[in-house]
């Protein structure tokens, strides 16, 4: 019988999780064999467990700030609003991770968010503000006097007064530069900012100054005309500067900002949510403890109701628990507050499905079958609402999933992952298992089920 | 039908009307995820000052509006207030430690209107989406039943109980918003759909075994009948599994702290009411709807 080994082999992966997600109960174990071994005059140690990740905590339990900006795709076309987003993203991860924050994450949500967060900041008013300093950099053209004109006439009636009537955009913005430097005009001496557009900048504007040859282009920096220069020759080498009437210092300090990154639209900050260091520390060991003894109450139950069975299905129950945390990790889920009740949760509804089982069985015992008989009809005849009452909780965690914001999303998460583990831990491994004490002995003990 | 269906099916359809009236006239507190507006989180290193003369304070920096303060733990204040930028946000921390001493800034969130709108959408979006998907489920599951009762009953009945069940805690927590000023916050969303996925998981269970019944024994035996032996077949587990889920539950409520509490606390009523709705309303609505087809 090769199914007597499988048991043995559930039970020593399920230890190697369990160290997997708990390492350093593992080192300390092998430091105490290591110094016995040592007094014995032993030649060898025996090594630590080898480095695993660690849970990826979420921003409620380590302290750090979540910052939602919206861009404002007024002026981009509809095909484009997808490169300019990515463009503000990058410009704004290159800004993020110069605060040194260990895997900061800047992501685009829906349509026109970009979301921030950055887990363990410090100064959260400093890191607002730097990525406040990321400057917009746009090219524009003039529009032609009949454009002008109609503008004109409907900002007389309200209407269209967030257009700019003189000015155009060309699709010339911050994304395309490459850097820029400080520099001095040769023949005035004056202080002046000169870009070096990428490839397709540099193709883009030669275009432009090449349809608007003896005519304005502006150069306008967050929303401000800087620098109106009229175009003397086609730029065909994608070099441009700002000669706006700068100090030094001035200049220098907008040649910083637009070597971090230029815009390629304005975006504005509409969200914030920070938690303090100290606070999330606190929040961490109340939803251990809180799980702890969700754990421990739960086994109590279910040994003292069930006997035997039930503590079958609460050694069931810590597989599921080491398999559920390896996957944590794994994955890796980021672990928030709402992510751990989750998980508690979990742990409820994880030993649902043993408790039908039990139920069933102890109904088929009562109607005078054999042991044998009433374990194989009660895992059959059990599995049809374990199957529905499991996917429903599923569908339930899936469109949670798929339709919240993001502390939602990691309650749904971990709830989804306990429901899927929680279908082979509490059906196939609890069967396994009671299978080890079915026979003629336990036959005539049936009071222990 | 036994009688005691009755009794408790309208005893729970009291309480929903109860809880309708609570929301009519208390209204919902929407927590600042859901409106757009700021909350403030400090706590001070001295004495805490009089919440009052605090709000004075808060209030009279530019551009905050709509301040609320009130006392949390020993020496810490929550303060409510509009959506304010990060300059603003600065001043009122200024402002604060300037009169009344060193503070600790333990959590800050200030969200624009349009992200609470967006919120609020989606949540709906979200629960109607598992409502249309449990039913169609449900009706597949247990199309074998339809020589008793249209599939969409078994649908429709376990939907009646959910209404129960989420109203039934919102009923509630628009009387602890009235009384206590606990919020609903968007996790409440996470608390409702999770209500929603366990009571129909517990009618499902019920259902499960009205169908093993009906195909086992036909339609020979009186249809309510069969409905109220498949409910005492799995009355245990209803109770049992319903007692486990309170008990971690009731960990996350007394030691889950917090940030965490109402929501464990929506869930403890919820679940309870699923795992009695799942008997006393969806049951009875499925009887009742069976005696339609087959006279």
Known sequence: MSYKYVPIVIVIVAVFLAFFVYPIAFDKGVDFLN?????????????????????????????????????DLAGVEGGSVNDAMAGVRDVIER?????????????????????VELAGIKDINQAIQVIGLTPFLEFKEQRSEEETQKILDAQKKNQQLNEDPYFKSTGLTGRQLKRSQLTFDQTTGQPQVSLELNGDGAKLFADITKRNLNKIVAIYVDGQPISTPVVQTEIPDGRAVISGKF????????????????????????????IGASLGQDSLEKSLRAGVYGLLLVALFMVLFYRLPGVISVLALLIYIAVVLTVYKLLPVTLTI?????????????????ILIFARLREELAGGRTLLQSVHDGFHRAWFPIRDSHVTTL????????????????FALTLGIGVLTSLFTATVVTRLFLNLFVGPRTEKRKWLF | MRSVYKITFFFSVGLTVVAIVLIATFGLRFGADFRGGSVMELVFNDQRPPVDELGKVVGAVEGVSNVGVSPEGD????????????QAHQNILGAISGKFGKITENRFDSIGPTVGNDLKSKSIKAIIISLLAIVVYLAIVFRKLSSVLS???????????????????????????????????SIFVAAALTILGYSISDSVVVFDRIRENVLRFGAREDFGETVHKSIMQTLVRSLNTTFTVLLSLVAIFFFGGESIKYFALALIVGVFCGAYSSIFIASPILVWWGRGKRS
């Open chain 1, 35 to 71: 110094s016995k071994l040592h007094l014995k005059g032993a030649g060898f140690e025996i090594p630590h467990f080898f480095k695993v990740p660690p849970f990826r905590l979420g921003l409620d339990l380590l302290g750090g700030t979540r910052l939602v900006y919206q861009a």
């Open chain 1, 95 to 115: 800004r993020v991770n110069l605060f040194g924050v260990t895997e900061p994450l800047v992501q685009i949500e829906g349509k026109d968010r970009l979301a």
């Open chain 1, 247 to 274: 100090s030094v210092q001035e200049a220098k300090l907008l040649v910083n900002r637009l070597n971090a990154g230029a815009l390629p639209v304005p975006i504005k900050l509409i969200s914030q949510q920070s």
């Open chain 1, 338 to 354: 709402a992510g751990i009740a989750g998980f508690i949760l979990s742990l409820g509804i994880a030993v649902d499905a043993n």
């Open chain 1, 395 to 410: 569908l339930g965690a899936l469109v949670l999933f798929m339709f919240s914001t993001s502390s939602v999303k990691g």
């Open chain 2, 75 to 86: 020496n810490g204040v929550l303060i409510r207030l509009n959506d304010v930028d990060e």
């Open chain 2, 151 to 185: 599939p969409w009953a078994l649908g429709l009945s376990a939907v009646a109980a959910l209404v129960h069940d989420v109203l039934v805690p919102v009923g509630l927590f628009a009387l602890l918003g009235h009384y206590l000023n606990i919020e609903i916050t």
